[in-house]
């Protein structure tokens, strides 16, 4: 009860409305992710924490030129409509970059990535059912089943992502997930990214065992050195439901995102997202659908490939020079993430409080990412590079290299 | 399955992936509305069937002018970001109007009210749990509570809005619903509003048995005659979980939308949003403070209610000028509908096919609003008056009095 009920003043004591929750909304905590925000946001950090894009690589000029042909376009978009057409057939030509052969009926608008996690989740998931992801995993996704209130089973990940002998021994022994969630590029937070070996097996588990894969592509096209692997959904077209997000390729708040399924189940998504919020913000739609139209994404994306590209070779050098040899990372091929391991007997959460106190120096520690006890996570932290300038990075990693007790040294090899 | 698959290989026979499934998702269907929309998009017709604003009233040329402000102003929305707190101080003024005394804290930004009504579903249902509607209702509020596969109690509804009395005969009964659904003004599909004593006997039920309402305002700031009455959530600020839209006042293509509700839920309804889609578009919510900021809904308003207003008399005119004296209809206070129940033993369903084909005009029959046996609505209509000018509404309701065998007469009295 709070005292903005304080006018009403038949208000009877007890628990009033609160009592009247559902069972899962009572219990319900914010993610740890939330809990420690405040921590992470205190004003004048150097902040690795938020997986937030570059400021500073917004593309505002091409937004405003995008607006503009819109609005001079004549017929605004402020009516319902339905998804707009040209914005899907210019999706289908991005997903050939991801290797996906498909059409506009497959291609289905979202409210942003996360809205896709969790119309899918959904459509999968029964009440009380089971859901596979990795031990450290995107909080998002365990947002987005949260309503239905699933067991969760995790899965160990390696430097070549998700471990599919444990999947496979797993679902052997009875285990049955109504959807497995995976990050095959620039994993959110370990900054791996799966080797083609292990995409094949993961699709050729999932056909098998006839267990759906929801395959998290937000940062598929931020690839920095070789050429991209395949998407999943590249590999089958028919076990793989792929959600796709304009945030980190253009900007997070037009909240525009979509996913790649068999055209079967885009028609209940629709009756499903419809019940949710009915239309995809048709003003957003539109502007993206000129910004796209203008040919501007290919510029864009090697403007902020090479700029990423720059802060995370900033980072892993500052690292290798600052860090002593005990601790040990991930060297992210795509995304915004390396994941830090800390020497056994090491606390992350304990290293942020210091971190923040006394070098003024933000990341999230690993347990974030944990569902259940976090394990060896609880020595991790992610470090994002993408939001700050080079000069920033390093000053950071010195200063997390002195808490650490590193002393500058050369060589060390990166480990998962 | 579709031919959309057929580059897949190595697809198997048998239900693939739609046998993956939820029970609940494998048997939805599209809603009755859906269904029928084919039939009411054919071109060409004089249609009274959508509930869409005029096209030629949205506030386009403000629209641009907010948007231009907004690119100006330098800082441009494109980040993630918390809800634009100068928006919650916006609503709280305009709840003002609506009898409503607010604090920013108790109002929560939707992605339309759509995502309102689905976040409260998911807050206060339980899986299979009880909720109570009207027996002829928005069909959304059936598409927001579908994941939860609920019992709908319905409750019957009069010229004073929903029967109270059969609500309590339920709940004396023993029914616990997780919540009532209420549209107090301008009630979609009905055309009715509550009364003031209806509004605070509904609001006593709602406390004695602590049931809590929620309480759909779309269209309480479209009212036509006398004053507006005060909203539910006026009379109760406990019980009443107030859904508000910009759609029909501002432009349904921003999805923007609020719900007021005490400061405890507000907290567990940002947790569930973040698990749904993040933010609400944080483009939209900066254009529309704009829009308000600059003083522009007064105006707007004020020529939406009297354009409006004139396309409702003109209806009610031409209902009681075309229409045989066995037809009845409800005389809209507020909104945007009216109801239309012809003679025992017409079927709203046939009369829409004949009136499509042979005076090319179309409405939504009243078994669209029914989640079980339309029973009486099964020989209903409902009429938008607010989407064309008057000489086509003229001309739509001749052609409908045409085909109901309608005599030319004057002094029919209305009935609900």
């Known amino acids: 009860m709070t005292d903005t009920l304080a006018p009403n003043p038949g208000a009877a004591p007890g628990p009033g409305i609160e009592g009247s929750l559902a069972g899962w909304a009572r219990t319900i905590a914010p ?21 937030m894009p570059a400021a500073e690589l917004l593309p505002g000029e091409a937004y405003v030129q995008a607006t503009r042909r819109v609005l001079d376009g004549g017929a605004l978009p402020l009516q319902y409509g339905v998804p707009h057409a040209a914005l899907k057939r210019q999706i289908v030509e991005m997903m050939a970059e ?14 942003g990535a996360q809205q896709g996690m969790s119309l899918l989740a959904r459509l999968l998931l029964e009440q009380g059912g089971q859901v596979a992801v990795e031990a450290a995993v995107y909080d998002g996704i365990h947002a987005a089943v949260r309503p239905q ?25 009875g285990a049955r997930p109504a959807f497995v969630y995976v990050i095959p590029d620039g994993h959110n937070p370990l900054g ?9 097996r993961l699709a050729e588990l999932a056909r098998r065992w006839e267990v759906p894969l929801v395959e998290d592509d937000a940062y598929g096209f931020l690839r920095y050195d070789d050429a991209a692997l395949p998407a999943l959904r590249a590999i089958d077209p028919e076990w793989v439901l792929y959600v796709g997000s304009f945030s980190k390729i253009f900007a997070p708040g037009v909240r525009v995102g979509w996913i790649v ?23 957003a739609q539109r502007t993206l659908s000129a910004f796209l139209d203008a040919g501007a994404l290919p510029e864009h ?16 050098a500052a690292m290798e020079h600052c ?29 942020l409080r210091r971190a923040v106190d006394e070098e003024q120096v933000a990341f999230v520690p690993g347990a974030a990412f944990c569902a259940h006890d976090p394990g060896q996570a609880a020595r991790c932290m992610r470090l994002c590079f993408a939001s700050m300038p080079v000069e920033r990075i390093e000053e950071g990693i010195a200063r997390l290299g002195r808490l650490l007790g590193g002393t500058i040294r050369i060589g060390a090899v990166p480990l998962v």
Chains 1, 2 share one sequence.
Do not use: N
């Open 149 to 173: 209130s699933p067991q969760i089973l995790t899965v160990p990940s390696d430097a070549e992502g998700i471990d599919v002998d444990a999947l496979e021994a797993m679902l052997e022994a």
């Open 301 to 316: 994306l090697a403007r902020v490939r090479a700029e990423y590209r720059a802060r995370r070779d900033a980072m892993l």
């Open 261 to 283: 399924a068999p055209q079967a189940l885009v028609s209940i998504l629709s009756i499903l997202k419809h019940g949710s919020d009915l239309d995809v913000t048709t003003t």
């Open 31 to 51: 993610s740890a992710l939330r809990e420690i925000l405040p921590m992470l946001t205190r004003p004048g950090l150097l902040s690795f924490a938020l997986g």
């Open 323 to 351: 860090f002593p040899k005990s601790v040990s990372w991930t060297v992210p091929q795509a995304g915004m993430f390396v994941w830090v391991t800390l020497p056994p007997g090491k606390d992350a959460v304990e290293l």
């Open 98 to 111: 991801r290797g996906v052969d498909c059409t506009e009926e497959q291609v289905f608008l979202t409210t």
């Open 192 to 200: 791996v990214s799966m080797s083609l070996e292990r995409r094949v």
